[in-house]
């Protein structure tokens, strides 16, 4: 594994247990100055890789690329397709079920790929079976309308 990725595993295994005001107010600083230093090809890497994450660790990293400002990145990666790949990987359903509030990024994805908005359509299934979810009817309905929207813009 690259030693960015091992870098960017112990720092979300270190402050795993500490609250989101800990991540949003400095600890996603300390993955993203490690993100900042990614090649193109660390980038593609990090997507692999990503299959060997902990649930904890798609958790927090979910959340940390979804405010990765993308400016900083120059556009050699999609922020959006990876935080969706998160999301698909994600077996935790409590974490799952809150992070379907951003799906209305997944228009932002530059290039989707099919069979990850089949996946995240998957996903949407498990959640709206999921008898703890905090999502209503309408938000199942229209993330599901939303997928097919992009499908349909992409693929059709």
């Known amino acids: ?3 960015k990725i091992s870098e960017i595993k112990k720092i979300i295994k270190e402050f795993r247990n500490i609250d989101g005001d800990f991540w949003n107010y400095g600890g996603n600083e300390l993955i993203y100055e490690i993100l900042d230093s990614f090649n193109n090809i660390e980038w593609e890497k990090l997507k ?3 299959n060997n994450f902990e ?3 798609h958790s927090i ?3 940390a690329i979804l405010s990765y400002e993308n400016d900083r990145i120059l556009n050699k990666v999609d922020i959006y397709e990876i ?3 998160e999301f698909v990987l994600l077996n935790h359903l409590d974490d ?3 992070l379907l509030q951003d799906i209305m990024y997944l228009e932002n994805i530059r290039k989707p790929k099919l069979d990850l908005l089949q996946n995240v359509k998957e996903k949407i299934k498990i959640l709206r079976s999921y008898e703890k979810s905090i999502n209503d ?3 199942f309905l229209f993330a599901e309308n939303l997928i097919d929207d992009v499908i349909k813009k ?3």
């Open 1 to 3: 594994m690259n030693k």
């Open 48 to 50: 692999v890789e990503l």
């Open 55 to 57: 649930d904890y660790e």
């Open 61 to 63: 990293f979910a959340r």
């Open 83 to 85: 935080f969706f790949m």
């Open 96 to 98: 799952s079920d809150c």
């Open 137 to 139: 009817e309408k938000m």
């Open 154 to 156: 992409n693929y059709r």
